[in-house]
């Protein structure tokens, strides 16, 4: 599957818990992004797919957790402690060996069609 296909979005309170999840064709590093209305994508985590290393953006650090289940062809973004400031539309892509360890849009290459979180009380 070259495009990535994204779930598990919708609306919680502040506090509360989401699982996203990203079912994608291997590669060697993959990354969830987000982007809220009027404002640049920016990326949140990343994980080394063969090695399962993960790498944050300091805003989720500690609050979100990256993981991938290589026989599923899945990458998950486990999301806890939500708060207001993390609504917007979370976006799964996938990167080559030059993506690794970057949160930065340009390295990746093939994006899914993002999945919408709303935090709000």
């Known amino acids: 599957q070259v495009q990535p296909v994204e779930s598990g979005g919708g609306s919680v309170q502040p506090g509360g818990s989401l699982r996203l999840s990203c079912v994608a064709s291997?590669?060697?590093?993959m990354a969830w992004f987000r982007q809220a209305p009027g404002k640049e994508r920016e990326g949140v985590a990343g994980i080394v797919v063969g090695s399962r290393r993960t790498y944050y953006d300091d805003a989720v650090k500690g609050r979100f957790t990256i993981s991938r289940d290589n026989g599923a062809k899945t990458i998950y973004l486990q999301m806890d402690s939500l708060k207001p400031e993390d609504s917007a539309m979370y976006y799964c892509a996938k990167g080559g060996p030059n993506a690794c360890d970057r949160l930065d849009a340009s390295p990746y290459f093939a994006w899914g069609q993002g999945t919408q979180v709303t935090v709000s009380s």
């Open positions: 291997a590669t060697t590093c």
